[in-house]
């Protein structure tokens, strides 16, 4: 995998954990369910994205290209 790749594998898990931080938040808030939705929505986006990516090495979901 090349730097810029690992690099944006990194920064996407990263994002994916804050994003899961994000919605035990809201859960423990008991927020409307609405918010919570849609930031679930974001985190299938960012989830996809990495599948994507880690796909497209040719080793599927593996950082190891």
């Known amino acids: 995998m090349t730097d810029v790749a690992r690099e944006k594998y990194l920064k996407l898990m990263t994002e994916i954990e804050d994003i899961e931080d994000d919605i035990e938040q809201l859960k423990k808030k008991s927020a409307p369910a609405d918010d919570i939705i849609a930031v679930q929505e974001l985190l299938a986006v960012k989830r996809n994205e990495l599948a994507r990516i880690s796909d497209g090495c040719g ?3 593996s ?3």
Do not use: A, K, L, P
Request: charged letters at 0%.
């Open 59 to 61: 080793h599927s979901h």
């Open 63 to 65: 950082m190891n290209c």
